[in-house]
């Protein structure tokens, strides 16, 4: 950051080249030139209040209201109810904190399994294509499939293949293979987990992947050179080389991954539908559902509030961490 | 550069005022006006076997209906998926459709929002009067005591639907007609891999129309006289566990339905894979699957002793369809002209026809095509043995709470966890301890 040129300096040089230049004549081109970064982002500012910072700002109100069918039509007048509904989602021996606090620590696990196999699985393909060999191309484009095809139809299709009676994957482990001994249930009980697991780093690692292979083209081959001529092999290569100059595309990643993953919504509607098995009962449906489906819009605004926070938070504190230790690094 | 700040903050502000007035949200007018005579949109709900044939069912009708009156009738056919959601947005934002189909066990939620119009003694007399409509029907348009929130259009009840050649494989010669021959008969079915029963274990609105009419006849109603959740009773305990235990106890239920919500069921019936399934109106469905309509036999559903009959022998929730005039719409004489349209003997008999339900309307039921084997014992459920699910505002919630239990309750089934009446209990409790206080 410090070494990029202070804006004032520029300014400073300015006056010191034109010591009698005369401000009147000048202005309107300065003000132009000053003013025009500011009139291109005038769009993007009006249309992020628009879009992100209004809505936040009428949920974080409704959190605040008693928000039922009852008020529905008038909502902006349904009445006041203080801090009651966020009382009711942190009361945690209460069935809607409860079941709040336990669809929020398997959103934890779900995401932490999920960023961390997205991560390992995008990092070894890029990784290993790196080396040019046949089919390179072609197995590029393959990998890409799943960042490509739309959510909806791709989720469903992993629906149908994850019934238990007619399923493609019961079909394989259990007709084919007999691993089991009876065929398992994958859409309810305990097996949704996993099922959302499986099709959440399959939707997620190709998006590691192609960021991973971007950053690994920033890394200059001369490095490698020196390594191989120094005797490290290809495991110290990655491991002293490659994982350390990806440092700074990790902590995006990572941190977009997290993001997403946590906030994930379309995996599990599709998957599951309106109601999903308490195993995979993600923050995001957990939230529709008191929203949408219980029509208890207030109590459905103070959880995505929290979850607000709690994000913030996190992200904050990832990125407090994670640039002191590079700039430590740096250093 | 002081202008252009001023500019930046004039539009920011300007788009917090904005967003300060759309707080302020919904339009509380009255009921509707009259701004644009000549057109109507309509969002009907999807009854056939696609969107695209409700179009080309619809679409002669509402062109008919232009004909008549001059008035151009914008039609939506809105998936049943979405259509909640849809008519929820439509609600806070005020920019509805003129008329829309709704689903009638919401109609009591609706009515709580204040989006609907009124259906009085006035509004009723511009489409024939109350007299026109079925009792049953009726009873599922809103609050009792309160003006209907919207008028019958499309009639259905639940009946047990029986594969003719699964029967006579198995020797049974008579279709069940209560819960015990259910079971005796499911029981001599279920071999082979094939089940004797279907349901749709993780579908939330079918599993509350089937514990509602078990519960109705425990005698239970899951809400008090005076609305208050009531789902842990003992009758609303035993009914739930009658249902989940025809497969955790009888076994006449594939476990694999505990997964199913999309109908499932009703394929696996027409590929003869089950030999009963407890459905509203399935006959259009079984076509489309391919099963020819001598395969199939039809019963009254089962009760728990005797015959059919309201109270403890209730056999079947109300189920159908209501035609709605959103409060907002800028054509309310239309609207009105409209629905009295669509009620009207003729279009009743047409439209009932063509998607296989009974028409809510008295005079269009005499009509022979309603009197076939197949809809004569809906018909008959209908007007003798059908209830209509609680008539409460938080009906939507109930679906939601009291459908996720029963579907746990499946899923526990499945996985050969035991159902007992404690367990039950406690999903239940829990269920009713997520309703809104009120």
């Known amino acids: 950051m410090t070494t990029t040129a202070p804006p004032p300096t520029g300014k400073r040089t300015v006056r010191k080249n034109h010591p009698g230049a005369a401000p009147r004549t000048r202005r309107p081109g300065r003000l132009r030139r000053i003013s025009l970064p500011y009139l291109l982002l005038l769009p993007a500012l009006v249309l992020e209040l628009l879009v992100h910072l209004i809505p936040m700002v009428i949920g974080i109100v409704v959190s605040f209201k008693e928000l039922t069918q009852f008020h529905l039509r008038d909502w902006g007048n349904a009445p006041w109810s203080g801090l009651d509904n966020y009382s009711l989602t942190v009361d945690f021996d209460a069935p809607v904190g409860e079941a709040l606090l336990s669809s929020f620590l398997t959103t934890c696990l779900f995401t932490f399994f999920s960023v961390g196999l997205c991560w390992l699985i995008g990092t070894a393909a890029a990784i290993f294509m790196q080396e040019t060999f046949r089919g390179r191309g072609i197995l590029r484009t393959i990998f890409l499939v799943p960042y490509a095809l739309p959510v909806y139809a791709a989720v469903i299709t992993w629906a149908f293949m994850f019934q238990r009676d007619n399923g493609l994957v019961n079909h394989v482990i259990h007709d084919q293979l007999g691993l089991t001994d009876s065929p398992p249930f994958w859409l309810i009980g305990d097996n949704a987990f996993v099922t959302l697991l499986v099709v959440s780093v399959w939707k997620g690692w190709p998006f590691a992947f192609l960021v991973m292979m971007a950053g690994l083209q920033n890394i200059p081959r001369e490095i490698y050179e020196a390594a191989a001529l120094d005797g490290a092999g290809v495991w110290q290569q990655i491991r002293r080389i490659t994982l350390p100059s990806l440092r700074p595309v990790n902590q995006v990643l990572i941190l977009v991954l997290f993001l997403w993953t946590f906030n994930d919504f379309n995996t599990p509607f599709v998957l599951f539908g309106k109601s999903a098995p308490a195993s995979a009962d993600l923050i995001s449906i957990h939230i529709y559902q008191s929203s949408f489906q219980t029509w208890n819009f207030g109590t459905g605004s103070a959880m995505s509030v929290l979850l607000l926070l709690f994000l913030l938070v996190v992200t904050g504190l990832y990125l407090l961490f994670t640039s002191r230790g590079r700039s430590a690094t740096d250093a | ?438």
Not at chain 2, 168 to 193: F, Y
């Open chain 2, 1 to 438: 550069m002081r202008r252009i700040r001023v500019a930046a903050v004039g539009a920011v502000t300007l788009s917090l005022v904005l967003g300060a007035a759309a707080c302020g949200g919904g339009s509380t007018n009255g009921s509707g006006s009259n701004e644009q005579p000549k057109t109507l949109t309509y969002w009907a709900s999807n009854q056939g076997a696609s969107l695209e044939v409700d179009k080309q069912v619809l679409q002669p009708e509402l062109d008919k209906f232009e004909k008549q009156t001059g008035i151009k009738v914008k039609l939506e056919v809105v998936p049943w998926g979405d259509l909640l959601n849809r008519i929820l947005t439509a609600t806070t934002s005020g920019q509805g459709p003129d008329v829309l189909n709704i689903g009638n066990t919401w109609s009591a939620s609706l009515q709580a929002s204040g989006a609907l119009l009124p259906w009085d003694a006035k509004n009723f007399e511009k489409i024939g009067g109350k007299d026109r409509f079925v009792d049953s029907a009726l009873g599922s348009t809103g609050v009792q005591g309160q003006d209907p929130a919207a008028v019958p259009l499309y009639s259905m009840a639940y009946a047990l639907y029986y594969n003719k050649k699964a029967f006579a494989d198995a020797g049974v010669t008579k279709p069940p007609t209560t819960w015990d021959e259910v079971i005796a008969t499911g029981k001599q079915l279920t071999k082979d891999g094939k089940a004797g029963l279907g349901v749709e274990g993780s579908n939330l609105s079918n599993n509350i129309h089937q514990v509602f009419v078990l519960g109705k006849q425990h005698g239970a109603d899951f809400f008090t006289a005076d609305g208050k959740a009531d789902f842990t009773s003992d009758g609303a305990v035993k009914a739930v566990k009658q249902y989940v235990d025809l497969m955790a106890d009888a076994q006449i239920v594939a476990k694999g339905n505990a997964e199913y919500s999309q109908n499932q069921s009703l394929s696996d019936f027409a590929k003869g894979k089950t030999a009963m399934v407890l459905w509203q109106t399935a006959s259009a469905t079984f076509a489309a699957q391919g099963m020819k309509e001598d395969e199939w036999g039809v019963v009254p559903a089962p009760v728990q002793s005797g015959a059919p009959g309201t109270g403890t022998s209730t056999n079947s929730m109300v189920a159908g369809i209501n035609m709605a005039v959103f409060k907002n719409t800028k054509n309310i004489d239309g609207a009105t002209k409209f629905v009295n349209f669509m009620t009207g003997d003729e279009e009743q008999k047409v439209l009932n026809k063509a998607y296989g339900s009974i028409p809510p309307v008295k005079s269009a039921q005499t009509d022979p095509a309603f009197n076939t084997p197949g809809l004569a014992v809906l018909r008959d459920t209908l007007a003798k043995s059908a209830s209509a699910l609680p008539q409460v505002p938080e009906e939507s919630q109930f679906e939601t709470v009291v459908g996720t239990a029963v579907k746990e309750l499946f899923a526990d089934a499945a996985a050969g966890r035991p159902v007992t009446l404690e367990s039950v209990k406690a999903k239940l409790e829990k269920a009713q301890q997520q309703m809104p206080k009120k």
